[in-house]
Each structure stands twice: as structure tokens, then as C-alpha cells.
């Protein structure tokens, strides 16, 4: 196994947040912009709709890529399973996939719920068209074993 560049991982990580912010934050200039334009009320709720959308999936994305990325992935300790499970769905949710748990484990550590959102992100990346991500944990006297299919029309993992 080879090992990564550091500065070539950094800008991985940081090309991989602008490319999620991209989207969510288009969407809120846009709604700011028809909102200065004069028309009528019904362009005006759409783009109020619009800047509230691109505001909860900006939201979701970077308190998302925070913990994916983050420092909190270097504590030592156990990882609040439901609030990493709320933070994935609602990252989740500002894509097309959907997502499905199954999980059966006391604990995970904050590394364990990195790698965990690490591979959320790849299988949501790898369904373009939607699709189900469905999530495995289970901690048996072995270890720790997490699981991630990603289901799908063109489901498919870039070369990069």
C-alpha cells in the first residue's frame, strides 16, 4: 500500500469541501439575487424556499465535513453514536441518496465514526442518480466491523 503526500491529502480534503459547499451556497446567491429583483409574490416565496434549502444543506454539509475531517476524530474516548447518525442523515439528505442504519454496536470511538462518515461520503459520491446507502456496524468480540453498500442506477466509484 502506498502512503498519500500530506500537502496532496490537504488538497483532497480541501477541493472535496469546496466541491460539497459549491452547490448548497450557489443556491443561496441565486435566491439572494431574484429576492432583489422586483416580481411578484410567488417568485419571491420560491426564491425564499430557495435560500432556506441552500442554507440547511450548507449547514448539514459543513458540520458533516467538521467531524469527517475535523479534530474530533483525534479525542480519545467514545463517539456519541446518535448525534454522528444525525449529523450523517442530514448530510445525507442535502444529496440524492437516502440512507439506512443498521446498528448494533455499544460504542465507537471518534476514529471508528470518521472512517465511518469517510465511507458515507464515498458512497454517496458513488450514486449520482440516487440510490440507498446502507450503513453496517457491529461490534463483536472480534472488534468492530462497519459495513457500507451503496445501491443505485450508474453506481460507480471515480478512478480518483
Given at each position: 500500500m502506498s502512503s498519500i503526500d500530506p500537502a496532496r491529502l490537504s488538497a483532497y480534503i480541501a477541493s472535496r469541501i469546496c466541491h460539497d459547499l459549491v452547490s448548497p451556497i450557489s443556491s443561496v446567491t441565486n435566491a439572494l439575487?431574484?429576492?432583489?429583483?422586483?416580481?411578484?409574490?410567488?417568485?419571491?416565496?420560491?426564491?425564499?424556499?430557495?435560500?432556506?434549502?441552500?442554507?440547511e444543506k450548507a449547514a448539514a454539509r459543513i458540520q458533516f465535513l467538521r467531524y469527517a475531517f475535523g479534530s474530533i476524530g483525534l479525542n480519545a474516548g467514545a463517539a456519541d453514536i446518535h448525534e454522528a447518525r444525525k449529523i450523517t442523515d442530514?448530510?445525507?439528505?442535502?444529496?440524492?441518496p437516502s440512507v439506512e442504519w443498521d446498528l448494533q454496536a455499544d460504542h465507537l470511538s471518534f476514529s471508528h465514526v470518521r472512517l465511518m462518515?469517510?465511507?458515507?461520503?464515498?458512497?454517496?459520491e458513488s450514486l449520482p442518480r440516487g440510490g440507498v446507502v446502507s450503513v453496517r456496524i457491529r461490534s463483536e468480540a472480534?472488534?468492530?466491523?462497519i459495513t457500507l453498500t451503496a445501491k443505485g442506477d450508474r453506481a460507480r466509484l471515480k478512478e480518483e
Open positions: 439575487d431574484l429576492m432583489d429583483e422586483p416580481g411578484d409574490h410567488e417568485m419571491k416565496a420560491q426564491a425564499e424556499a430557495l435560500l432556506h434549502d441552500g442554507a442530514a448530510f445525507v439528505s442535502s444529496h440524492k462518515m469517510n465511507l458515507v461520503m464515498l458512497a454517496v472480534g472488534g468492530l466491523t
